[in-house]
């Protein structure tokens, strides 16, 4: 397949939050457009389900909601494959719960892995390539919930750390574009995939409600059905090609028209 200026052969990719859903589509369609790609992802069954998909020393297992570590992670994505050149900033989690009853732990638990560990994976990158003298993108991973509020229940917290999200891929694009290293993002609207049938509390729709909601989601769209990972995925390698390399700062709304019904 012949990808033209689509095309990822010779780059370096880290996917954080890599093992399911709408990273690993990511990582499928980066492998495809010829990027070597190393998986960042807190589950250690990440390894186990990516069998086949890349090889063994290309998933690390980190948690990068934690308060350091990822320096550490970056060097070891550099140790496996050289110079990375690629950020895609995906991990994130969603729990729903009505604000009332939000508290200060289970804020700082959204904030550490959705904008804070995605702060802190984006300084370590761009300080391991630009200490290399190289340049590079990074694509941030956001949610239509930054935007506007959804018709999801109990987002709110989540739709504030998404939109801080959206906000620092406007400031990094500014503040590290002169070091030749573009920052862009991606706000996703309704995606089928593993995580969007669980809640913050971890309970699990039935299957006829959750065909229901998706159902009811995807009419509120301009061609009336839901995304897949792979809708993500295709947009993500657009961004890190060099077809992409006279936009930075942008969050591209990746919804069906969503943000717009």
């Known amino acids: 397949m012949t990808w033209g200026p689509f095309s990822l052969e010779g ?7 890599g093992g399911r859903g709408i990273g690993r589509g990511i990582v499928t369609r980066m492998l495809e457009a010829g990027a070597d790609v190393v998986v960042v992802d807190a589950d250690p069954g990440t390894r186990e389900a990516l069998a ?4 063994e020393d290309r998933v690390i297992t980190a948690d990068i ?16 494959v050289g110079r990375v050149d690629i950020l895609v900033n995906c991990a994130g989690i969603y729990p729903s719960v009505a604000f009332l009853d939000v508290t200060a732990e289970f804020f ?13 994976m984006t300084r370590a990158f761009a300080a ?34 998404k939109g801080g999200v959206i906000a ?41 409600e959750y065909e229901k909601f998706m159902a009811r989601a995807a009419e509120r769209t301009v061609l009336d059905r839901f995304g897949t990972p792979d809708d993500i995925a295709k947009v993500v ?15 591209i709304a990746v919804d069906n028209g969503w943000t717009n019904s």
């Open 168 to 208: 620092l891929t406007a400031h990094l694009a500014r503040e590290l574009g002169s070091q030749g290293i573009g920052v862009n993002g991606i706000s996703p609207g309704l995606i089928r995939s593993e995580g969007v049938n669980r809640n913050r509390s971890g309970e699990v729709f039935g299957p006829e």
């Open 11 to 17: 780059h370096a990719a880290l996917v954080t939050g």
């Open 52 to 55: 086949g998909v890349v090889p």
């Open 237 to 251: 390698v657009f961004l890190a090609s060099s077809a992409a390399d006279y936009i930075s700062g942008q969050t």
């Open 128 to 161: 391991a390539l630009l200490a290399d003298g190289g340049t590079g993108k990074v694509v941030n991973i956001a949610s239509v919930d930054g935007v506007r509020p959804s018709r999801r229940a109990f987002g709110s917290v989540y739709g504030a750390t």
């Open 65 to 80: 909601g934690l308060e350091s570590g990822h320096d550490r992670t970056v060097a070891q994505a550099w140790e496996r």
């Open 108 to 120: 700082d638990q959204l904030y550490s892995v959705n904008l804070r560990g995605l702060a802190l």
